[in-house]
C-alpha cells in the first residue's frame, strides 16, 4: 500500500481543461500501476484512465478518451490526469488508486491503495 494524495482539482467553465496530480508516497512507486477514478452524483464510481508503472501502457473509458490524458513522473512519485475539453458531465471527485503490477498484466483489475479525492466541478 501507498498513501495518496490528490490536487488540481476546482471549478471550470465547459470547454475548460484542468490537470489533477496525485503524490504518492514510497520507494515503489514505479512498481504500481496507477488510476483515476469518478464518483459523480447519481452515479457509481467509473474507472476513468489507469498508466502502467513504466508508463507504457494505458487504458482510458469511452467516456473520456480523447480528452483526457493520464501520465507520471515516477522520479517525482506522482501521476497525473490532464483534463480538456470538460464537459458538465466530468463533475465528479476524482481520486487516484494504486495498485501492483504484475508482469503480463501491467493493468490491474482491482486497485487497494486510494487518495481521499479531488473536487471537479464543471459549469454550463
Known amino acids: 500500500q501507498v498513501q495518496l494524495v490528490e490536487s488540481g482539482g476546482g471549478l471550470v467553465q465547459a470547454g475548460g481543461s484542468l490537470r489533477l496530480s496525485c503524490a504518492a508516497s514510497g520507494r515503489t512507486f514505479r512498481y504500481y500501476a496507477m488510476g483515476w477514478f469518478r464518483q459523480a452524483p447519481g452515479k457509481e464510481r467509473e474507472k476513468v484512465a489507469v498508466?502502467?508503472?513504466?508508463?507504457?501502457?494505458?487504458y482510458y473509458a469511452d467516456s473520456v478518451k480523447g480528452r483526457f490524458t493520464i501520465s507520471r513522473d515516477n522520479g517525482k512519485n506522482t501521476v497525473y490526469l490532464q483534463m480538456n475539453s470538460l464537459k458538465p458531465e466530468d463533475t465528479a471527485v476524482y481520486h487516484c488508486?494504486?495498485?501492483?503490477?504484475?508482469?503480463?498484466?501491467?493493468?490491474?483489475?482491482?486497485?487497494?491503495?486510494w487518495g481521499q479525492g479531488t473536487q471537479v466541478t464543471v459549469s454550463s
Open positions: 488508486a494504486a495498485e501492483l503490477g504484475r508482469p503480463g498484466v501491467p493493468i490491474p483489475a482491482e486497485f487497494r491503495s
Open positions: 498508466i502502467s508503472g513504466s508508463g507504457g501502457i494505458t
